[in-house]
Structures are given as C-alpha cells and as structure tokens.
C-alpha cells in the first residue's frame, strides 16, 4: 500500500483493503497498425478470478497511480493505458480519432492475458469517458461503465450553440502539450493560474488559428487541422461522434457530472437515452466543476461500488434510488428516482422598466441597449469553465457593473423557489449588424447583496429575418441544466451580454470565419421588454 492509495482511502472512506498489489509497468500492447501503447497493470495479490477496470487516457499513467492501486487493492485487475501519441506510447495524437481502432485492439489483447476472465468495468473522467463509449458497444456481457463528466459525443462540446468554446481548447492544449515535454512544471502550472492567464492572452491572438503559438511556443498538428476541418464539417463529427452506440445492449452505466461542469447538458442527454432504450442508470450531480477535487478522485467509492454491484453482484453499498443530485442554496443533496425529479411546474419571469424582473410582467414597449465591443470583449466570470481556478459560482459586481452588461432583478421571494432542470429564455433583440451572439445568466441575489451565478448560456446567430415592429429578432436558448433553490429573502437576477470572453470566442461581427478573421466590428444590440422572459422548470422538494 502507497501513502497516496492509503490517504484516498482514508478521504474517500473506501471499503477495506483486502490484498496486496503488483504492479508491471510499461507493457507494450501493440495496435492494429503495429504502434506500440504503454500500458501498466495492477494485479491484486490474492486467488482469483478477478475482474478487470480499464482506463484510457491522454494525460499520463502515474497521475492515476494511486487510483488504480485502489481498486486493485480492493480485489479488481486494472490496466491503464496511455492513449496514441501521448506519454510514450507511439503514434501521433489526433484527439478523439483513434480511440475506437485503439480500444478495441486493447480489448482483443485482454481477452489474450491469462488472468482476464471476461468480467470488465471501465471508468474515469472527461477524454476517458469519451474512450469508454467508443467501445461500449463491444463489451463482454458481464461489464459495466462509470461515465464522469463526459459525453459520447463532442461537437456540442466544442462548438455550442454553434460559438467556438475557446477558453476549453486553449486551456486543454496546454495541458496536453505540457503533459507530453515537462509534466512536473505543467502539474505546477495548472493550479497557479498559469494557464488561465496565458489562455487570455492567446484568446486576444488574431487570427485565431495562430492562438497554439501564443499558448505553447509552436504550431499543433491537431489545433489546426480542426480549424481547417471541423467548422460546419458534419462528416468530420460523423467520425467522432458515438451517441450511436447508447443502445438497449449498453451495459449498466453511472453518470457522474457537476452542475458547473461544461458537459452536463451532453452527459444528461446520453442519460435520457438511456432512460428511453428501457435503462435505469444511475445518475450523481453534484454541484461541481469540471475539475474539482472531487471529480479529480475520480470519483473513487462510487465507482467501486459500483462495479461490485454489477461485476462482482454484490449491491450491499448501492444506493435506494438510481439518481443523486445536490441542491445549491440549499446545500443539500437529495434523492429520486429518475431525472428530472417528476413534470416540473413552470414559473415565468419577464424583464421590465427600470431593469425589473417581474412574475407578473407589465405591459410596455420600451427596452434597453447596450454596445458590444470585441476589441474589449465582455469577460467570463465564473460559471461551467475548464478551469484550474475561478470555475464555478462566483461574485458577479464586476460583470454587472460594465456597461455592455444588462441586469434585471427580481423582487425579494417570499417563498423558496427550487429550479431543477434546464431555463428556458425568450429574447427578442434588435442588433445594428445581422451577426450577434446573447449570452443570458441566472443569478442568486443574496441578503448581503452579492450576485452568484446559476447557470447561463450563449447562442450564436445570424438574424435573417424580423418578426416585430421594430425589426426585432424572437430567439430562445436554455441555459446549462441546474439544481438550485433561492431561499426567501433572495431576489432572482437575469444578465444579458453578447459574449463571454475567453470562454467563448468572440463574436467579430462581420461574419468572417472565426479561424481566418482578422476585422472586429462593434455592435449596438437592442433588448425589447415585451417578449424577453425566463421559463424556470421549478420543483417542490
């Protein structure tokens, strides 16, 4: 037993330890065109058979050390495997591309070891989970997954609501590209806001295909092969994309996300196909960010119970009901059968005069302007960001403070207000030129009068047509799914700004590709009163 698999035990209350472990490292398990993946293999050190956790991934095998002697301690093989390209496995890493060829190769030579004896679970976070669903349509009968905060399917990922989720990109190559020439400086880096600081900076690189320069030194294969490929390329996300094989045959899976991770509202979608192909997976939400300690454990005692349940067929630790969610404002987590929690009743709000937010809206034909400039972007604060500091919910003044910024806010409640779900919002805008992005945010408004954010969301558009008097353009957009409760003496904000800089790339307001686009044009954009409102999916608890 390590210092590290003995304090994740002690942290994650993990059941007992029940053998020893050996470890061989550096196995080369070849692919199909020969390239040559290192691999490491925990062995539990008792009679067996045992089953086997497997996990794929880009960021290096000894970060995951502690984790895999863990399970391994606790009676399970584990094998984890450095993806193509990276650590030093050999190939060339082209993100997402290879991991269905390189998956199933991996389970062909499992089958070939003589203490593989067919029962096998995978699991593991982000780019692993994605690994897992390339090949969970090849899956020996008795398996199971642990899917955290992933999906099976990328492109609304990288691009959603058809914006550039630029912040995630530069932020992720430089892990990736630190990971592979100096991991000790790049795990220093990563919690010093480093490279937050050098992704702003590579974020204002014009044109945008040369950020890679600015945030590692060098040009990256990868980088700009998406940017020449990937933009209104169905047949590239084709390739990539595995939602396909959610199927009635997808073994048992456990979901696990966070309320700010950027890839809730993908992993919730894959769950609710599950729910409709006749699955009950099991759902846990916390109010977590993509990588916040928690998720960074990987999750440990939820896994392995989990895989004890459907590997080892004892579900003694499972929980009653299939589906965990935290509450924020509340801070308190709570239990259901399925998600969402039952119908929810809908509850509108609709902005007014004198930056109100009203239940009750008044009539009024009046609205409110504010001038986007991408030479001085709106900033991101906080919120659902791939982020090593400043994810999450976080005090608002500053954003709502500029004057690029709309804020209406609520009356004080009476009465607590639980959303669980998606918000829908209604805008109808005016924009002095046809391409315009609305990012609109939800906020909690406490007693000391600090604005916290809930949730939000962005739409990329180009108007094309006018359905009000004015000339005004009727959009609507959800916002990042939620679980909140605003507790009576809160009052409820609404934000409306045109971008969210370095998170999403901005918007140049010619309508020039984003890769290419050099010119940066202000924007005036005009937001009527009359049927600009939020539809809360609100819940009783």
Not at 13 to 26: A, E, F, I, Q, S
Request: with cysteine; hydrophobic share 40%; proline share 8%.
């Amino acid at each position: 037993m390590s210092i590290s698999s003995l304090y994740l035990a002690w942290l994650e209350d993990l059941p007992p330890r029940l053998n020893g472990v050996k470890k061989t490292r550096g196995i080369s398990v070849p692919m199909d065109d020969g390239v040559l993946l290192k691999t490491d293999h925990y062995a539990p050190r008792a009679d067996g058979p045992h089953p086997t956790i497997l996990m794929r991934l880009p960021y290096g095998r000894r970060g995951f050390g502690a984790i895999c002697e863990a399970y391994a301690e606790r009676g399970f093989h584990v094998v984890i495997q450095a993806c193509r390209g990276t650590e030093l496995s050999g190939g060339e890493f082209d993100p997402f591309a290879n991991e269905r060829a390189d998956g199933l190769a991996t389970l062909r030579w499992l089958e070939q070891q003589p203490w593989y004896d067919g029962r096998i679970g995978l699991t593991g976070p982000s780019y692993l989970g994605y690994a897992q669903w390339a090949i969970s349509d090849a899956l020996p009968p008795i398996s199971a997954m642990a899917t955290k905060v992933t999906t099976s399917n990328f492109q609304p990922v990288v691009f959603p609501s058809g914006a550039f989720h630029l912040n995630l990109w530069l932020s992720w190559v430089q892990v990736i590209e630190g990971l592979r020439t100096n991991p000790l400086a790049t795990a220093a880096r990563m919690f010093s806001g480093d490279i937050e600081r050098r992704t702003e900076r590579a974020a204002s690189v014009l044109p945008l295909i040369d950020a890679d320069i600015a945030a590692v030194g060098h040009e990256i294969p990868f980088w700009r092969y998406w940017f020449d490929h990937a933009i209104g390329n169905a047949g590239f996300w084709k390739e990539i994309d595995h939602s396909h094989r959610l199927s009635k045959s997808t073994p048992p899976v456990h979901f696990i996300s966070g309320w700010y991770d950027f890839m809730v509202d993908p992993l919730l979608a894959d769950y609710q196909r599950l729910v409709e192909l006749g699955h009950t997976p099991f759902l846990t939400v916390g109010t977590w960010f993509h990588i916040a300690e928690e998720l960074q454990r990987d999750n440990l005692r939820e896994t392995l119970i989990w895989m004890r349940a459907k590997l080892l067929g004892d579900a003694s630790g499972l929980r009653r009901n299939p589906v965990r969610l935290h509450i924020s404002g509340e801070n308190a987590w709570h239990e259901f059968d399925r998600y969402p929690p039952g119908p929810p009743t809908p509850v509108t709000y609709a902005i007014a005069s004198d930056r109100r937010l009203l239940e009750r809206p008044e009539p009024s034909a009046g609205g409110d302007s504010y001038r986007y400039d991408p030479n001085d972007p709106t900033p991101n604060l906080g919120g659902a960001i791939f982020a090593f500091t400043g994810a999450g919910p976080v005090d608002n003044a500053p954003l709502e403070a500029r004057g690029d910024v709309l804020s209406y806010t609520s009356p004080v409640l009476l009465q607590k207000l639980t959303v669980i779900g998606q918000c829908r919002v209604n805008l109808s805008i005016k924009a002095e030129h046809p391409n315009v992005d609305l990012f609109v945010r939800l906020n909690d408004v406490g007693p000391d009068g600090i604005s916290r954010n809930i949730c939000d969301g962005l739409l990329h558009v180009t108007p094309q047509g006018s359905s009000h008097p004015e000339g005004a353009l009727k959009l609507h957009l959800k916002l990042h799914a939620t679980a909140h409760t605003l507790l009576p003496g809160h009052r409820l904000r609404l934000l409306i700004a045109s971008g969210a800089h370095p998170r999403y790339a901005r918007n140049p307001g010619t309508g020039e590709p984003i890769n290419t686009s050099v010119n940066l044009v202000a924007n005036t954009v005009k937001v009527f009163h009359d049927g600009t409102n939020i539809i809360l999916p609100t819940h009783i608890i």
